[in-house]
């Protein structure tokens, strides 16, 4: 029922931007909690971005907050995660994920609200 699919990453040099895109169904879309996460080799899974449900609110970790920016597009049944200003730090796979309760609006910033992720996309920076 469920089904998210990323993509959009790649290598991009250091101050550069990418845009990655998460597939889903419209009713997925407007039923659940969006976000991203990133994981590093070697390092626990952390979030990056999220958007509820209405898509009303939005919220992003401390370190990309002014860089990266969530976003749904309905027309094309995704949601968006505009990455400019590329750091070094930023390596990781990314995932996509929905929440695990349909209609919620509860802070949806902790792994613990989400039980579908995609299969990831990588993003590499050079410098």
């Known amino acids: 029922q469920v089904h998210l699919v990323e993509s959009g990453g790649g290598l991009v040099q250091a101050g550069g931007s990418l845009r990655l895109s998460c597939a889903a169904s419209?009713?997925?879309?407007?039923?659940?909690?969006m976000g991203w996460f990133r994981q590093a080799p070697g390092k626990e899974r952390e979030f990056v971005a999220a958007?509820?449900?209405?898509?009303?609110?939005?919220y992003y970790a401390d370190s990309v907050k002014g860089r990266f920016t969530i976003s749904r597009d309905n027309a094309e049944n995704t949601v968006n995660l505009q990455m400019n200003s590329l750091k070094p730090e930023d390596p990781a796979v990314y995932y996509c994920?929905?929440?695990?309760?349909?209609?919620?609006?509860?802070?949806?910033?902790?792994?613990?609200?989400?039980?579908?992720w995609g299969q990831g996309t990588q993003v590499t920076v050079s410098s």
């Open positions: 994920a929905a929440g695990t309760v349909q209609y919620r609006r509860a802070v949806v910033t902790t792994l613990r609200e989400y039980g579908y």
């Open positions: 419209a009713r997925t879309l407007s039923t659940r909690a």
């Open positions: 958007l509820n449900w209405i898509g009303g609110n939005t």
